[in-house]
Nanobody, 113 residues
Framework: QVQLVESGGGLVQPGGSLRLSCAAS????????WGWYRQAPGKQREFVAA???????NYADSVKGRFTISRDNVKNAVNLQMNNLQPEDTAVYSC???????WGQGTQVTVSS
């Protein structure tokens, strides 16, 4: 089996932080790039952040300076540290492995006071 499972979502107040994790199973993902995307009800899926196999990163303008993507090849996982969360960050966050069209199930992030 080749599978991605996201975790770490939840309810947080504006200005708070969450860390999402995407764990891969069934294969080694060391040579692949990863991405995080999000989708809110009634909106199209939006790119959030990506990291290449060599550790290079890029971010959507809306999250630069607040979110940090990282990977752990030993754990076969990718993480998304989200700081200073705002209500507009509310969405289902999903991870993706580039080159395979492989998506996780998604984890809900809700930012509300």
């Amino acid at each position: 089996q080749v599978q991605l499972v996201e975790s770490g979502g939840g309810l947080v107040q504006p200005g708070g932080s969450l860390r999402l994790s995407c764990a891969a199973s069934g294969s080694s993902f060391k040579t692949y790039g990863w991405g995080w995307y999000r989708q809110a009800p009634g909106k199209q899926r939006e790119f959030v952040a990506a990291i290449t196999s060599d550790g290079s990163t890029n971010y959507a303008d809306s999250v630069k300076g607040r979110f940090t993507i990282s990977r752990d090849n030993v754990k076969n996982a990718v993480n998304l540290q989200m700081n200073n969360l705002q209500p507009e960050d509310t969405a289902v966050y999903s991870c993706k492995v580039y080159g395979l069209g492989l998506w996780g199930q998604g984890t809900q992030v809700t930012v509300s006071s």
